[in-house]
């Protein structure tokens, strides 16, 4: 009987031994989470030569019919910024708001008279270092005395949008 409650106390442990095994049988799994984000490499025009976004002014000053000669403007400098390691591939000047009433060019007005004028952008095709970094570009412009010698008098003006891409 010794030998037959041995038998059972070891079948007993051996089936609790089980029990204990099996909780520890189970098993989980794993998986992996990707996380991503993009970042869209841009360029964008900051702050402006007159302190505001998107209004900068590039003067020719006054246009002297007495003395005459081209007329260039002083550079305007403008700055913009692009996203790390993006390069600019350009800026471009559009033909202003005067251009279909001046053949297709850039042209100054009065209301009444034209002025046609030229512009010339100078490196705009950097690469960025992030928006805290501004890049530069130098815009300057000339105006032929044959454009202006026989203009009449009073206030010319243009508006050219200029166009960033990265």
């Given at each position: 009987?010794?030998?037959?409650?041995?038998?059972?106390?070891?079948?007993?442990?051996?089936?609790?031994?089980?029990?204990?095994?099996?909780?520890?049988?189970?098993?989980?799994?794993?998986?992996?989470?990707?996380?991503?984000?993009?970042?869209?490499?841009?360029?964008?025009?900051?702050?402006?030569?007159?302190?505001?976004?998107?209004?900068?002014?590039m003067n020719f000053g006054t246009l002297?019919?007495?003395?005459?000669?081209?007329?260039?403007?002083?550079?305007?400098?403008?700055?913009?910024?692009?996203?790390?390691?993006?390069?600019?591939?350009?800026?471009?000047?559009?033909?202003?708001?005067?251009?279909?009433?001046?053949?297709?060019?850039?042209?100054?007005?009065?209301?009444?008279?034209?002025?046609?004028?030229?512009?010339?952008?100078?490196?705009?095709?950097?690469?960025?270092?992030?928006?805290?970094?501004?890049?530069?570009?130098?815009?300057?412009?000339?105006?032929?005395?044959?454009?202006?010698?026989?203009?009449?008098?009073?206030?010319?003006?243009?508006?050219?949008?200029?166009?960033?891409?990265?």
């Open positions: 009987m010794k030998f037959r409650n041995q038998r059972m106390a070891f079948v007993a442990a051996l089936a609790g031994f089980a029990m204990l095994s099996s909780g520890n049988a189970l098993a989980g799994n794993t998986n992996t989470l990707r996380v991503t984000a993009d970042i869209t490499g841009t360029c964008n025009f900051s702050a402006s030569n007159d302190g505001t976004n998107g209004n900068t002014t002297d019919q007495v003395t005459g000669g081209d007329v260039a403007a002083p550079t305007t400098t403008l700055s913009y910024w692009c996203t790390n390691g993006t390069a600019a591939t350009g800026v471009t000047a559009g033909n202003g708001q005067n251009s279909a009433s001046c053949g297709g060019n850039n042209c100054l007005t009065n209301g009444s008279d034209f002025i046609p004028y030229s512009l010339i952008i100078v490196n705009d095709t950097q690469t960025g270092a992030g928006k805290s970094t501004d890049l530069d570009i130098d815009i300057s412009g000339g105006i032929l005395e044959a454009d202006y010698i026989d203009a009449e008098a009073g206030n010319y003006s243009d508006l050219v949008t200029l166009t960033i891409t990265p």
